[in-house]
Nanobody, 123 residues
Framework: QLQLEESGGGLVQSGGSLRLSCSAPGSTLDYYAVGWFRQAPGKEREGVACIGSGDGRTFYGEAVAGRFTISRDIAKNAVYLQMSSLKPDDTGVYYC????????????????WGQGTQVTVSS
């Protein structure tokens, strides 16, 4: 069973940066599309970014394009989300998820989820 673990969340001032990490101890992420999603209080969970297996295609949500970068380190079996120019609207719980597809940006395709890590951006 694929289990995902997120790390790297925290409190940061507006304009700052954070890097989130997603790992899968005991399993491999190589054959999964991996996505980052976030959920703010009172709002629905939304897609932030995803990266495919194989050619490593990426997709970004409109709200974060140009500020966030998703990447995959095959040797470390990890996926990262580098977040820059953070805004208070980026505050939320960030989840890493994996889908048994080469690439997908559809949240319904993601069937393995981590517990989430809190990101808080102060103004």
């Amino acid at each position: 069973q694929l289990q995902l673990e997120e790390s790297g969340g925290g409190l940061v001032q507006s304009g700052g940066s954070l890097r989130l990490s997603c790992s899968a101890p005991g399993s491999t992420l190589d054959y999964y599309a991996v996505g980052w999603f976030r959920q703010a209080p009172g709002k629905e969970r939304e897609g932030v970014a995803c990266i495919g297996s194989g050619d490593g295609r990426t997709f970004y949500g409109e709200a974060v394009a140009g500020r966030f970068t998703i990447s995959r380190d095959i040797a470390k079996n990890a996926v990262y989300l580098q977040m820059s120019s953070l805004k208070p609207d980026d505050t939320g719980v960030y989840y890493c998820a994996a889908a048994p597809h080469s690439m997908t940006d559809s949240i319904g395709d993601y069937d393995h989820w981590g517990q989430g890590t809190q990101v808080t951006v102060s103004s």
